[in-house]
């Protein structure tokens, strides 16, 4: 797949997104700290991507909305760890988290965006 098509195909950037996230927390230090929140943003990073595949079988358009709404929660808390990473300072230097940060608010937008979308159709 290329490059330009892979933008625009949101289970591909999702999954490269996790990939990202388990890395970026197995470069944590292996502190109480860095342990606690690496558990944590992989819990959170790794979970858009699977729930995005479950939205994309759901039953139902509210079943859908549902599972959208769990993926964005989650890309959300992701979001606030990696905030929290580089307030701490825990990955130097912390510009190393810039584009990981502008993929989640760009995640975070599609999908805003895409419930919303759904649930106007939806009365529609």
């Known amino acids: 797949m290329s ?4 933008e625009f195909d949101i289970e591909e950037r999702l999954i490269d997104f996790a990939v990202r996230i388990i890395r970026t927390a197995e470069s944590l230090p292996k502190s109480k700290a860095g342990s606690h929140i690496a558990g944590q943003i992989i819990r959170s ?3 858009p991507a699977s729930n995005y595949g479950e939205a994309q079988s759901a039953e139902s358009r509210s079943d859908f909305i549902h599972k959208m709404k769990i993926a964005l ?3 959300r808390e992701t979001r606030i760890w990696l905030l929290m990473i580089g307030r701490a300072t825990l990955i130097k ?3 190393k988290l810039e584009s990981l ?4 608010n760009q995640l975070i937008a599609i999908f805003v965006t895409s419930i919303n979308t759904v649930k ?3 009365t529609s």
């Open 3 to 6: 490059k330009e098509n892979r």
């Open 120 to 122: 106007r159709n939806k």
């Open 93 to 95: 230097p912390v510009s």
């Open 73 to 75: 929660k989650e890309l």
């Open 45 to 47: 990073g790794t979970s």
């Open 101 to 104: 940060l502008d993929e989640s």
